[in-house]
């Protein structure tokens, strides 16, 4: 199973092969461009299937807002898990709800 940093590596790899592919036309270079813009979403649906959990956040019991920075509160105020009963966060939750550590507002 890869962790976080692995999968940026793997996207960092694939964007740098991209950027230094030759292409000898307009379609293949958008046929390349379109399979690149796939993989972080192949990406996050892997890590979803395989329950890939990163160290940096911990999962309280609500059913809202679950995810809980390791770097904030050791005890969530509304249901009362502390950081060293809960697991790790499901890497896949974290990418999607959240930025800069911080719930996205939808
Ligand atoms: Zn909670």
Redesign the pocket.
């Known amino acids: 199973m890869k962790n976080a940093e692995q999968y940026l590596a793997e996207l960092m790899k694939a964007m740098q092969d991209f950027e230094h592919r030759e292409f000898t036309d307009a379609q293949s270079q958008d046929a390349a461009l379109t399979e690149l813009l796939k993989r972080p979403h192949t990406m996050l649906e892997e890590m979803h299937q395989e329950n890939v959990t990163t160290p940096n956040y911990w999962e ?3 059913e809202d ?2 995810l ?1 920075p390791v770097k904030g509160n050791i005890e ?6 502390t950081a060293d009963d809960a697991l790790d966060a499901r890497l896949h939750d974290v990418l999607v709800n959240m930025i800069n550590g911080e719930y996205l507002s939808i």
Do not use: A, F, M, S
């Open positions: 309280c019991d609500c807002k679950y809980n969530c105020e509304q249901c009362h898990v």
